[in-house]
């Protein structure tokens, strides 16, 4: 059974940069096809999709984050990590790791879907002075 | 990329069936089928309910169903418990290679 498990600071200062680990256990970080993401969540409001990484470390991040935005990947820890600088009060969210879910087709080997099958707890960063 | 539409609120009776629609547009949900639905109870992380439209993960009730229609991806929860009052969102790939939810939807077990 994978699990996903966030660490990293509580607090941040305004213009700060927000760091946050995720360590995968019960399964390989490196498995063709899983792509590894970062969502949060507004307090009381809904989910935004802030970016994803490959094991070989190619990303895709969301437009609107994509300027202050940084995931990186630690295979040997079986970690990914994200980065967001310059972070003010409206950055204050509780952060979710995910994995994407993968599809496997004859012709093309694994390759990755669009769902997240697997959580982390999510932990929430506050931004405040 | 604009948030998909959901209601935000739906209820009912234990025993009763509810809808909870997805409006997006052309560039979402309108031209693919990678729309996904996640149950979120209180202080919980999301839970993966349906993705691809209409697949069922393994555990997952078979009470839960999805179905889409042009623009516009639907929710079905038949045989209502009172364990499945929570909050549903959708979610789509877009043609911007990225990937939107929608607002939530609170549901309500009477």
């Known amino acids: 059974q994978v699990q996903l498990q966030e660490s990293g600071p509580g607090l941040v200062k305004p213009s700060q940069t927000l760091s946050l680990t995720c360590t995968v256990s019960g399964g390989s970080i490196s498995s063709d096809g899983y792509y590894w993401s970062w969502i949060r969540q507004h307090p009381g409001k809904g989910l935004e999709w802030i970016g994803y990484?490959?094991?070989?470390?190619?990303?895709h991040y969301n437009p609107s984050l994509k300027s202050r935005v940084t995931i990186s990947v630690d295979t040997s820890k079986k970690q990914f990590s994200l980065k967001l600088s310059s972070v003010t009060a409206a950055d204050t969210a509780v952060y979710y790791c995910?994995?994407?879910?993968?599809?496997?087709?004859?012709?093309?080997?694994?390759?990755?879907?669009?769902?997240?099958?697997?959580w982390g707890q999510g932990t929430l960063v506050t931004v405040s002075s | 990329q604009s948030a998909l539409t959901q209601p935000a609120s739906v209820s009912g009776s234990p025993g009763q069936s509810i809808t909870i629609s997805c409006t997006g547009t052309s560039s979402d949900v309108g031209s693919y089928n990678y729309v996904s639905w996640y149950q979120q109870h209180p202080g919980k992380a999301p839970k993966l309910m349906i993705y691809?439209?209409?697949n069922r993960p393994s555990g997952v009730s078979n009470r839960f169903s999805g179905s889409k229609s042009g623009n516009a991806a639907s929710l079905t929860i038949s045989g209502l418990q009172a364990e499945d009052e929570a909050d549903y969102y959708c979610?789509?790939?877009?043609?911007?290679?990225?990937?939107?939810f929608g607002g939530g939807t609170k549901l309500t077990v009477l």
């Open positions: 979610s789509s790939y877009t043609s911007s290679t990225t990937l939107v």
């Open positions: 990484i490959y094991y070989s470390g190619s990303t």
């Open positions: 995910a994995r994407f879910g993968r599809t496997y087709d004859i012709l093309t080997g694994y390759s990755h879907t669009y769902y997240f099958d697997y």
């Open positions: 691809e439209v209409s």
